[in-house]
């Protein structure tokens, strides 16, 4: 029981360090010192930074996932479930937790943190896909839009931390849905 | 003339070191070694680390701002610039060499480099949301577009790398400008 709660601390302060420094900014030691835990539950339960980076990006993209499908996965039709999850509230200024990992070299360097990148962003194409679908877009069209719509999110990210206004995000998301549902009305 | 090519040695070298590590992960050390030129040279230049960011990224935002110009500041019609735009050639595994700032903590809480990544997307905000402007849109309308965008190439960039595909972005830029000329041919 304290094993498990010690391994979800540590987890859970990884998750937030690497939410606001990065994964290479951020040292073991400095995770030891959040999660309160003692040094020894850290190398039990994760040998190596990667371990840990490994764990606690993993469960981020867990949780990220979760959320999305709260919007996209309903009863609502297409349409619906898709500008849900577009116009979600996000907190702008914070970045996507998942996304702003691709501009850690740290991260990019390590082939296991990459693979829980890409499985992040390939299943939710895969998902923003078919519900694309479901509103009678042949299959390439589809793809190009749900790519085009996690683009929105993960670009509107970039321009509300550059510019340090979360409107920018929503700006983003309110554009992109104007096209989406006038063309919608236009077929 | 030996002065402006030791500056101009490292504000590039910085400019490359910036964009493949990122600022923060980048030692003044590092510039020194890269630009080969003499140590003296890089203090009295940019007596800090700040002095010498703000410079390479400065030169970083003027040549992105430069290039998007040859797409967005022709004579063409204002949605063929807009597709020239979106559509142009981008190293996308790379990502953007000034957005990609935007996950630097040390850029971030740097306010001079702050101002100098804000410039760069107010001023693009501003020239898309003209061309916008010019297709009929109102002002609002036209703005929101801009955003998105603006939010396109910058969430491709992110898809792309964190899928290693720069396939990724294109699609992204497909998607959308396939919404754009359809609204085009409705209106």
Chains 1, 2 share one sequence.
Do not use: W
């Amino acid at each position: 029981m304290s094993t498990t709660t010690a391994r979800d601390r540590l987890v859970g302060a990884a998750q937030d360090l690497f939410a606001t420094q990065g994964v290479g900014a951020t040292s073991p030691r400095a995770v030891l010192a959040a999660s309160g835990v003692g040094q020894g539950s850290l190398y039990h339960h994760f040998p190596t930074k990667h371990d840990l980076a490994v764990a606690a990006v993993g469960a981020t993209v867990d949780d990220a996932l979760a959320q999305a499908m709260r919007s996209l996965g309903t009863d609502a039709p297409a349409i619906e479930r898709l500008v849900a999850y577009l116009e979600r509230p996000r907190d702008a200024l914070a970045g996507c937790k998942v996304g702003r990992h691709t501009s850690d070299q740290a991260v990019m360097d390590d082939e296991g943190l990459r693979d829980v990148l890409d499985a992040y962003f390939v299943r939710l194409l895969g998902v923003l896909t078919a519900i694309f679908r479901e509103t009678g877009l042949p299959a390439d069209v589809a793809r190009d839009r749900a790519h085009a719509a996690l683009a929105i999110i993960q670009g509107g990210y970039v321009l509300a931390r550059a510019t340090q206004d979360p409107g920018a995000l929503t700006a983003a998301v309110r554009g992109f849905v104007g096209l989406l549902t006038t063309q919608e009305k236009n077929t």
